[in-house]
């Protein structure tokens, strides 16, 4: 192997003994195969030695002897608008039937094609023999040769494509291959973002898949799809970094769906949990308790920690593939599960959903993650109530957001005594006018709370 290494020049020892790996010459232990020493007793470069190799096995010798020798010089067509391999095998032909002047007519260059004429001959163990389906014999002999160089249409522009290597690489736009879904890059240069493809032909899908299976790798995953919002368990074929094709499949475990889909959660974020406004509200009533009953082990439900460990929504996603199905789910019934017994009935006494206010009205509190829970309530329906009222073992107070009849905002008060006293007198006088049909006492303390207009006797 150590006598490769020096002709191959294409970068580190890593480098070359991957390549020889590739081509079979080696083993993952870097020993030298079978097949590998059939290479060794070629003079020639291990890609060509292994094309030409491949060309005896298939009966197409002649073929491998022109292509390994074209491959050996500079192309015999500089500056063409093609960069087909078939159209410079086409020119060595001419010149060997018809002579130099056949070749420049068509733009060659007659020395260059000499030259691989002349290679061509003393590699030739046989006769040169007509081929009726060139095409597909020389796309299988380039991929013997470089099967890291397969490269894929890009979908979107004809002209680039992606290599079994992961790298980008692309075509002259003008290109007669361009548009092929598949081609083999013999020659390319490493390029700024992607290669520039300087000789190639066009590789059928079959050619990959039924003459070259050992560099297929086939896998059956279940995984999430970003694109489709869902999961997608499927058989992929791939070389390297192309995936050729894929197929449903039929039969996945329950626990891998789940997975996937929780996968599927965490990448979109907290967002893809089905919140409510009394959810929503539930998460900030526990946030709150955490604060206030520190000695108490409340578990946290913040945004955060829930998209974190998602291993409490997991068992309500049987059956489910897509976001949408998530949707569907009672968060608050599943936040609250999360509770024992003891504590739920902690959370329903110290952190209430709604309170009763001196009207008779069932009002919601709205529990924040920042700042006092408030309590938005018509002025009205608080008469007769001397102070603020309070939560959690009454410690603590509301922030009252005190509102007109028209529910718009009057004044925002923890301190109901003293709004009696100092600030409602000023708001009685500004809004009596405004809605005269309103109970506006003197003595809000002593006044009978009301839910709307009060009725006459």
């Given at each position: 192997?150590?006598?490769w ?26 020993h ?72 420049r ?38 991929l ?86 869902k ?79 998602l ?35 902690r ?33 009205q ?29 009057i ?6 005594a ?25 003595d ?14």
């Amino acid at each position: 192997m150590l006598r490769w290494l020096d002709p191959l020049r294409e970068g580190s020892y890593n480098q070359a003994c991957e390549l020889l790996f590739g081509l079979q010459a080696i083993d993952a232990k870097g020993h030298i195969t079978e097949h590998g020493r059939k290479l060794a007793q070629l003079p020639l470069h291990p890609r060509l030695a292994q094309m030409l190799v491949q060309a005896r096995e298939m009966g197409v010798e002649s073929l491998g002897c022109d292509l390994a020798a074209l491959l050996a010089e500079r192309d015999p067509m500089p500056g063409a608008a093609s960069s087909d391999i078939s159209e410079r095998l086409e020119l060595l032909e001419l010149f060997r039937n018809r002579g130099k002047s056949a070749v420049r007519q068509k733009g060659g260059d007659p020395a260059v094609v000499r030259r691989i004429d002349q290679a061509a001959r003393v590699w030739r163990r046989s006769p040169a023999q007509p081929l009726e389906n060139q095409e597909a014999a020389l796309g299988s002999l380039l991929l013997a040769a470089f099967p890291e160089r397969i490269a894929q249409k890009r979908h979107d522009a004809r002209h680039r494509y992606q290599l079994a290597s992961g790298r980008g690489a692309r075509l002259s736009p003008t290109d007669p291959l361009c548009g092929s879904a598949y081609i083999i890059a013999a020659q390319l240069d490493s390029g700024h973002k992607e290669g520039c493809i300087y000789l190639a032909a066009a590789l059928e899908k079959a050619t990959i898949l039924d003459e070259h299976a050992h560099l297929v790798t086939e896998t059956q995953e279940v995984r999430w799809d970003t694109a489709s919002s869902k999961v997608l368990a499927t058989t992929r074929r791939a070389i390297g970094a192309l995936l050729v094709d894929e197929h449903p499949l039929p039969a996945v475990s329950e626990e891998a769906i789940t997975n996937a889909l929780l996968e599927g959660v965490t990448q979109t974020g907290v967002e893809a949990l089905p919140w409510t406004p009394r959810a929503r509200q539930l998460q900030a009533r526990i946030h709150c308790l955490r604060l206030w009953q520190q000695q108490e082990q409340w578990p946290g439900l913040d945004d955060a920690t829930l998209i974190t460990d998602l291993s409490w929504l997991a068992p309500y996603l049987g059956g489910m593939r897509q976001l949408t199905q998530v949707q569907s789910l009672d968060l608050y019934f599943l936040l609250h599960s999360r509770l024992d017994w003891p504590q739920q009935q902690r959370l329903k006494q110290l952190v209430p959903e709604t309170i009763t206010v001196p009207s008779g009205s069932t009002i919601r509190i709205d529990y924040r993650l920042e700042g006092p829970p408030v309590l938005a309530v018509r002025l009205q329906e608080m008469f007769g109530q001397k102070t603020t009222p309070t939560i959690c073992n009454q410690q603590i107070p509301l922030l009252l957001h005190l509102l007109s009849p028209a529910r718009r905002p009057i004044q925002v008060t923890d301190d109901l005594a003293s709004f009696w006293q100092n600030g409602y007198p000023q708001v009685k006088k500004e809004l009596k006018g405004r809605y005269p049909k309103h109970a506006w006492p003197d003595d809000p303390i002593q006044a009978k709370a009301l839910r709307g207009v009060p009725r006459k006797k």
